[in-house]
């Protein structure tokens, strides 16, 4: 199984002004959002990716166009890979939504938590894993893939393969624009870093090593 980079899609308004977008159409990045994406591309580009799956929002398919570009690939769209169905909650401030008493559940007991008429977090990362694992077992050991998403999706992606329990996943950061290395093998899985936003620069050693810690250079 290939090494993963983990892509949170850059920021849009909603994540400056505090408000949870879900599954909207039309959110774009705003201009550091943009020049987010750039540095993403500028990063990787020399990284040796052999693919690169992007949720179906505008937010992930404008983060991972300048790398599809830099590398010359085309970003293929998952929907799995779409962000949490918030139901009642889509496009509502945070700020109001931190004093509903559901609020404190979503924070210290997730597992138990559905969003009112949408998605329940068990259901959105067995989701989210059973997409992961479809992608990763379309690779081969020593090939690296971008997969340009949202923010509880990669973290909730990130606890199941260290056994995090699912009620800590929120400890976890993912910040726009980040970058979360994460490397599958059939003996486990190893997070090599996360959260890392440019500039920093990828290198394997050799054509044929495997992703891992001892082959991956970070700067």
């Not at 039309?26 to 690169?52: C, F, M, T, W, Y």
């Not at 945070?94 to 938590?113: A, C, G, H, T, Y």
Request: charged letters at 20%; aromatic letters at 6%; a neutral charge.
């Amino acid at each position: 199984m290939p090494l993963l980079l983990l892509i949170r899609h850059g920021e849009n308004e909603y994540v400056k002004t505090g408000k949870m977008a879900g599954r909207l159409p039309g959110v774009h990045l705003n201009e550091r959002g943009q020049a987010q994406g750039a540095a993403l591309g500028e990063a990787l580009k020399d990284a040796p990716l052999s693919a690169i799956y992007a949720s179906p929002l505008e937010r992930a398919q404008e983060t991972a166009a300048p790398i599809a570009s830099a590398r010359g690939l085309t970003i293929q769209t998952r929907p799995a890979l779409l962000d949490t169905h918030v139901g009642d909650w889509e496009g509502q401030e945070l700020k109001k939504l931190v004093k509903l008493p559901e609020w404190k559940q979503v924070q210290n007991q997730p597992s138990r938590f559905t969003f009112p008429h949408g998605e329940s977090f068990f259901d959105l990362q067995y989701r989210l894993v059973g997409e992961i694992e479809r992608i990763a077992q379309a690779h081969q050991p020593d090939e690296v893939v971008a997969v340009i998403y949202h923010a509880d999706p990669i973290k909730l992606v990130v606890a199941y393969y260290l056994g995090l329990a699912l009620d800590n996943f929120q400890r976890l950061a993912c910040d726009t624009g980040s970058v979360t290395a994460l490397a599958l093998r059939p003996e486990g899985a190893q997070l090599l870093f996360l959260n890392r936003r440019p500039p920093f620069a990828l290198e394997l050693n050799g054509k044929a090593a495997k992703p891992g810690l001892g082959n991956l250079q970070r700067k």
